[in-house]
């Protein structure tokens, strides 16, 4: 119950953009590069899960304090990608924004969530946000599962027409995210040079 009422405070972003669309505000490019994200995400996680929703939808959480996102599932099983309108402001192009939702998306399509919850009591943490402890859980199996998500999100965002070599430098200019890492998360040097030697 907690993620549904979560759900209801967001705003969901139907992906209305097309490419070409002239880019006014964040807001517009955020719908533009959901627009594009979505159709690819999908068709990698059809490929990679069998039984699980691939039916992605994307939030934005307007008052959230903090730049930040987060994945999750909602009670019907479908996965949900929220970022908070704080970390939209402090994007300056589309492949930053494009970083954040792919690597929320791969996630997902990694099963991360089960994986980080399996040795956890039931309900568990059902999310995995860019900053902090996400989870419920620490150390090795977060770290990598935060380099396969960039790696994956990475493929993904270029295959929808993104750059992630800068999209990855939107971490070094996310407040709240230390550049040497975290319990939780690689340093910004590991994770650039992780989307670097895909070579894409
Ligand atoms: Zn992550």
Known sequence: MRIVRAVLALILLAATAHPGAAQS?????????????????EAECRRRLSGGSCDFQFFVEPNARTANAYQSIDDHGRPIVVV???LV???RTADDLAFVLSHEAAHHMLRHLDRLNAGLAAGGDRTLPMLGAGGGSAG?????FELEADRLGARI??????DP???????????G???QGTA???SHAERAAAVAALGL
């Not at 517009?28 to 995400?41: H, K, N, Q, S, T």
């Not at 090795?140 to 990598?144: D, I």
């Not at 965002?157 to 993104?162: C, D, E, P, T, V």
Request: glycine share 6%.
């Open 25 to 41: 505000s964040r807001q517009e490019v955020l719908l533009y590069v959901v627009g594009m994200i979505e159709p690819v995400a």
């Open 84 to 86: 908070s309108q704080r």
């Open 89 to 91: 402001q402090q994007a």
């Open 140 to 144: 090795t199996s977060a770290r990598t």
């Open 157 to 162: 965002m270029a295959r929808a027409g993104f």
């Open 165 to 175: 070599n800068l999209g990855v430098r939107f971490l070094s200019r996310l407040p």
């Open 177 to 179: 995210i230390p550049s």
């Open 184 to 186: 939780t998360h690689p």
